[in-house]
Every structure is written in structure tokens, then in C-alpha cells.
């Protein structure tokens, strides 16, 4: 068994899963981040595919982008000034290349968590 990186985003504002939400995945180098892929959140807030397994899932410290500004700007008037959130980036490290790591976000204009699930 190999393990996998999943992830999905909840609106806790709406009450709802944030569909159409893009994240990207890095891995974080010595002096490097490489851009692994970019996903976008189906209806059920969740990516159609794992973020990251097979050859690929190894040990290491990542970092999922999840580009807020435009979902939120869907439903949130910010004004003509800067969005509170925009980019909201969760760094965390991958131990056990056989686990199953899950990094959601919960998500409001003004405020994120996150941690891990299962």
C-alpha cells in the first residue's frame, strides 16, 4: 500500500462545500518550490483525484494553495480595496509514505482552519 494526499474546502460562511475552488501543490526543496500539479473543487468541495500519490507520495514538507480571493469574490463584496484572504497557503510535512494524509480547509472571508483529517 501507497499512501495518498487528499484534501476538500468547506465555505463555513455559507454552510456549504466551496466548489470551483483552484489549489496547487508544491513540494518545498532545500531553496526550491516545485509546483506538482493544480486542481480544481467539484460540487462536493473535494478534488476529483488524490493531490498526490503513487511515485510521487514520498516523504517531505508540502504546501497546498488554495486560491480563495476569486471563490470568495463570488459571494462577498470586498469593496474596491484588497481582499482580506486571497491566497491561503498550508504548509505541512508527509512522515509516512504509506499513510493517507488529509489537509482540509475551512474557509470564510475572513478567517481559515485546518488540520488533519482522515
Known amino acids: 500500500m501507497t499512501?495518498?494526499?487528499?484534501?476538500?474546502?468547506?465555505?463555513?460562511?455559507?454552510?456549504c462545500p466551496a466548489e470551483g475552488l483552484k489549489i496547487d501543490l508544491y513540494r518545498?526543496?532545500?531553496?526550491a518550490r516545485l509546483h506538482?500539479?493544480?486542481?480544481?473543487?467539484?460540487?462536493d468541495?473535494?478534488?476529483?483525484?488524490?493531490?498526490?500519490?503513487?511515485?510521487?507520495?514520498?516523504?517531505?514538507?508540502?504546501?497546498l494553495l488554495f486560491h480563495a480571493g476569486p471563490y470568495l469574490d463570488q459571494f462577498d463584496n470586498h469593496?474596491?480595496?484588497?481582499r482580506f484572504l486571497d491566497t491561503v497557503p498550508i504548509r505541512f510535512g508527509?512522515?509516512?509514505?504509506?499513510?493517507?494524509?488529509?489537509?482540509?480547509?475551512?474557509?470564510s472571508a475572513y478567517g481559515y482552519s485546518t488540520y488533519r483529517g482522515s
Open 79 to 82: 469593496g474596491e480595496g484588497p
Open 28 to 31: 518545498i526543496e532545500v531553496d
Open 94 to 107: 508527509i512522515d509516512d509514505a504509506q499513510a493517507h494524509y488529509h489537509v482540509p480547509l475551512l474557509l
Open 45 to 63: 468541495g473535494r478534488t476529483d483525484q488524490q493531490m498526490l500519490s503513487g511515485d510521487r507520495f514520498r516523504r517531505g514538507v508540502y504546501e
Open 3 to 15: 499512501g495518498y494526499l487528499t484534501t476538500h474546502v468547506l465555505d463555513t460562511s455559507r454552510g
Open 36 to 43: 506538482l500539479r493544480s486542481l480544481v473543487t467539484n460540487a
